[in-house]
C-alpha cells in the first residue's frame, strides 16, 4: 500500500506518461461556446459581452445542480473577498455621493465578476479538458470579435487591438500540443513561443511579447530543473530562489533586447519613436509605459482605507499626471477626456475606487499565480506552455491593466485555471489527500 501511495503521489506531482485521450463532453462544449460568444454584446448598465450574458443566465440551474463545486476553499475565499469587496465600493460610493451612472457600473461589474466565477468554475469542475477548451472559444471569440465587430482602435492598430491576441493564444495552444517526450518536440514547443513572442515585439504589442518571452524562460528553466532532481526534491526555499532570480533575469533581459531593437529601428520607425517617447524619462521605460502609478499611489494615500468611489472624477489628478510626466522627463501627452484619476491597474484601479478591501481581493488572486508558478515548475504538465501563459498574463493584468469588459470573464478564468495547478500539485506531502481527489480526473 506504501508503494502504491507513493506511485500515485508520484504520477500526481510529475505528470504521467498514460495521459487519458481528450474527448469533449458537454461541459467542454460549454466551457468552448461562453468565451467564443464574445462577438456578442448588449448595453445593460455598461456593455455586457456574451460571455456575461451567459454566465448570468445559466449561474441559477448550475447553482442548484453543481453547487458542491463552490465548497472549494480556493472559491470560498474568491466569493468571500469579491463580496467584501464590493461591500467596499458600495459603502465608499454612498460616503462619495457617487453618481447613479458611475455606482451601477462599478457595483455591477464586481458583482459580474463574481458570479462569473461561479459560473465558470461550475462548467470546468477541475477538468483540464474544459480548461483547454475555454482557451480554444477565447481564440475562437476573440478573432469573430475583430473580424464581424472590431473595437474603436482595431481600426489603427489591427495587431495589438485586434487578431494579435487570439493569434498569439492560437500558438501558445499549439505548441502544448507538442509534449516533452523528444529533443524535437520540445525545441518545437520553444521555437513556437519564441515566435509568438517576437510576433508581437514587431508588430507593437511590447506587454503580450514580454508575457511570450517570460513564458519561454520559464518552459527553459523548468526544463533545466528537470535535468537537476537534486535542486528538486525537499529544497522549495531553493527551487524558489532560482525561479525567481531566473524570471527576473529574463524579465530583464526582455526589456533589454527590446529597447535595442526599438533604438535601432529594427521594430520599425513607429515603435522607435514609442520608445523614444517612453523610455528617456528619470525612471525608464516601464514606468514611462504605465506612469498612471505616479498618480494612483498619490490618490491611494489620500484615502487608504474607503477609497474614491467608482469611476471616480477627479481632474486635480488627471492634470497632475501630465504635470508629472513633464516633471520626470517624459512626453506629457493630453489630460484624460473624463477626467478620471489614472490608474491602469486591476490593483491600484480597485484600491483606489474600493479602498482596502478591494486592493486586499486582487491582491490575495495575485499571490496565486505567485503560488502557482513554484507548483508548476517542478511539475512535468504536458500543457505547460498554456498554463504558465495564463499564468503571466494574469500577473500582467493585475498590476498593468485596467479592468473591465472581457476581463470580467477572462480574469475569473485565468484565477480558476490558477487554483487548478495549486489543487493538482500539492506543495507538501501532507497535502496529498488533495493529490488523490484528482487522480481520476488528470484531464
Known amino acids: 500500500m506504501a508503494d502504491l501511495n507513493s506511485q500515485s503521489h508520484h504520477s500526481f506531482l510529475w505528470g504521467s506518461n498514460k495521459i487519458k485521450p481528450l474527448y469533449p463532453g458537454k461541459w467542454d462544449i460549454l466551457a468552448f461556446i461562453i468565451p467564443a460568444s464574445t462577438l456578442f454584446e448588449i448595453d445593460a448598465i455598461g456593455r455586457l459581452f456574451g460571455p456575461d450574458i451567459i454566465c448570468l443566465t445559466i449561474f441559477p440551474i448550475l447553482l442548484y445542480k453543481r453547487s458542491r463545486i463552490l465548497h472549494n476553499s480556493f472559491a470560498r475565499l474568491f466569493i468571500c473577498l469579491g463580496i467584501l469587496y464590493l461591500l467596499g465600493q458600495f459603502v465608499a460610493d454612498i460616503v462619495h455621493q457617487s453618481d447613479f451612472h458611475d455606482y451601477s457600473r462599478g457595483w455591477a461589474k464586481i458583482l459580474v465578476t463574481i458570479i462569473s466565477f461561479c459560473t465558470i468554475i461550475m462548467v470546468i469542475d477541475r477538468r483540464r479538458s474544459a480548461i483547454l477548451a475555454f482557451s480554444w472559444g477565447i481564440v475562437a471569440g476573440l478573432s469573430l470579435q475583430f473580424f464581424f465587430k472590431p473595437g474603436d482602435y482595431a481600426e489603427f492598430e489591427p495587431w495589438k487591438f485586434g487578431i494579435g491576441v487570439p493569434i498569439t493564444w492560437l500558438i501558445i495552444l499549439i505548441s502544448s500540443l507538442f509534449r516533452n517526450t523528444s529533443i524535437v518536440k520540445l525545441n518545437i514547443r520553444f521555437f513556437l513561443v519564441f515566435s509568438a513572442g517576437v510576433l508581437n515585439l514587431y508588430f507593437g504589442f511590447r506587454s503580450l511579447g514580454g508575457i511570450c518571452f517570460l513564458t519561454l524562460a520559464f518552459l527553459m528553466l523548468q526544463r533545466f530543473l528537470k535535468s537537476s532532481p537534486d535542486i528538486l526534491v525537499n529544497n522549495t526555499k531553493k527551487r524558489i530562489l532560482i525561479l525567481s532570480i531566473g524570471m527576473i533575469t529574463a524579465a530583464f533581459l526582455v526589456i533589454q533586447i527590446y529597447g535595442l531593437s526599438a533604438r535601432n529601428g529594427w521594430l520599425g520607425e513607429v515603435q522607435a519613436e514609442k520608445f523614444e517617447a517612453q523610455a528617456h524619462g528619470n525612471f525608464g521605460l516601464i514606468l514611462g509605459g504605465r506612469s498612471e502609478i505616479l498618480v494612483s499611489s498619490k490618490a491611494i494615500m489620500e484615502s487608504p482605507i474607503l477609497g474614491h468611489g467608482s ?31 489614472p490608474t491602469h491597474s486591476h490593483f491600484f484601479g480597485a484600491w483606489v475606487e474600493a479602498g482596502l478591501l478591494g486592493a486586499i481581493f486582487w491582491g490575495w488572486v495575485l499571490s496565486l499565480p ?12 504536458p500543457h505547460t506552455p498554456i498554463l504558465s501563459f495564463i499564468l503571466f498574463f494574469l500577473v500582467w493584468d ?23 495547478i495549486l489543487m493538482r500539485y500539492p506543495g507538501r506531502l501532507r497535502k496529498l489527500r488533495y493529490a488523490r481527489l484528482y487522480c481520476h480526473n488528470l484531464v
Open 370 to 381: 505567485i503560488r502557482a508558478s513554484t507548483r508548476l515548475v517542478q511539475a512535468d504538465d
Open 311 to 341: 469611476w471616480v472624477k477627479n481632474w486635480v489628478y488627471a492634470e497632475m499626471l501630465v504635470d508629472l510626466k513633464r516633471q520626470f522627463g517624459y512626453i506629457s501627452g493630453p489630460v484624460n477626456d473624463l477626467g478620471l484619476i
Open 398 to 420: 493585475i498590476l498593468f491593466s485596467p479592468f473591465g469588459a472581457t476581463r470580467r470573464f477572462l480574469i475569473p478564468f485565468y484565477t480558476i485555471v490558477m487554483i487548478d
